[in-house]
């Protein structure tokens, strides 16, 4: 069905190309011999249009080579054995995500999402034959929720900012082998972070007088 219409398109195509053709050479054989100009400037697009036609064909030509199908027995047999071990093909290697995709067009007749909870969703599958499955999703966490730091560490570094400046923080988490959130050493830009999110104030600088 796919080669049919997508043949159907090529003959479009084709067919357009031919009436363009068409069309330049009855303007061509219409125009007065006398207006040279004009003559020449329509004998280049009738020309054009004849090379455009052609090399349609061509490519036309070229697609019936490459991708006409025709499924022998052995091959439809093949097919519907296959169709009916859907773990199978699901989890085949050749199997790519548009295919999964269209196999769940077939399969599911509509999907109903609600927000049961603040972080989950509560989704009714409705299959085709109108059998259900339910099932219960947690929301994936923001970014915000995903770069929340735990409470003894911002805890450590309200305590540590009363009389330490970001960078010698981020140097002591480091010389105790803490790592940050994202698993990287700790810098003084991380432990800025820190304050800001938590509402943590700047340690006050002090003059070399006092």
């Given at each position: 069905?796919?080669?049919?219409?997508?043949?159907?398109?090529?003959?479009?195509?084709?067919?357009?190309?031919?009436?363009?053709?068409?069309?330049?050479?009855?303007?061509?054989?219409?125009?007065d011999p006398a207006q040279r100009l004009?003559?020449?400037?329509?004998?280049?697009?009738?020309?054009?249009?004849?090379?455009?036609?052609?090399?349609?064909?061509?490519?036309?030509?070229?697609?019936?080579?490459?991708?006409?199908?025709?499924?022998?027995?052995?091959?439809?047999?093949?097919?519907?054995?296959?169709?009916?071990?859907?773990?199978?093909?699901?989890?085949?290697?050749?199997?790519?995500?548009?295919?999964?995709?269209?196999?769940?067009?077939?399969?599911?007749?509509?999907?109903?999402?609600?927000?049961?909870?603040?972080?989950?969703?509560?989704?009714?599958?409705?299959?085709?034959?109108?059998?259900?499955?339910?099932?219960?999703?947690?929301?994936?966490?923001?970014?915000?929720?995903?770069?929340?730091?735990?409470?003894?560490?911002?805890?450590?570094?309200?305590?540590?900012?009363?009389?330490?400046?970001?960078?010698?923080?981020?140097?002591?988490?480091?010389?105790?082998?803490?790592?940050?959130?994202?698993?990287?050493?700790?810098?003084?830009?991380?432990?800025?972070?820190?304050?800001?999110?938590?509402?943590?104030?700047?340690?006050?600088?002090?003059?070399?007088?006092?």
């Open positions: 069905m796919r080669d049919h219409t997508v043949g159907r398109q090529w003959q479009m195509r084709l067919e357009r190309a031919e009436y363009e053709a068409e069309l330049a050479e009855r303007r061509y054989q219409e125009v004009v003559a020449a400037t329509l004998e280049r697009r009738w020309n054009a249009a004849l090379l455009q036609l052609e090399e349609l064909k061509q490519q036309a030509a070229e697609f019936q080579r490459q991708h006409a199908r025709v499924a022998t027995p052995e091959q439809k047999a093949k097919v519907l054995a296959l169709a009916k071990d859907l773990p199978k093909l699901w989890h085949a290697p050749t199997t790519q995500a548009q295919g999964r995709k269209r196999m769940l067009r077939l399969l599911i007749k509509d999907i109903t999402v609600e927000k049961s909870a603040p972080k989950q969703l509560s989704v009714h599958i409705r299959w085709q034959g109108n059998a259900s499955t339910d099932l219960t999703l947690q929301i994936p966490p923001n970014i915000a929720d995903r770069m929340r730091y735990p409470a003894e560490v911002v805890d450590r570094v309200r305590d540590m900012a009363q009389h330490l400046q970001d960078a010698e923080i981020a140097h002591q988490f480091n010389q105790q082998g803490h790592t940050s959130i994202t698993g990287k050493p700790y810098t003084r830009s991380i432990i800025q972070w820190i304050r800001f999110r938590y509402g943590i104030p700047l340690l006050c600088s002090k003059s070399p007088k006092s």
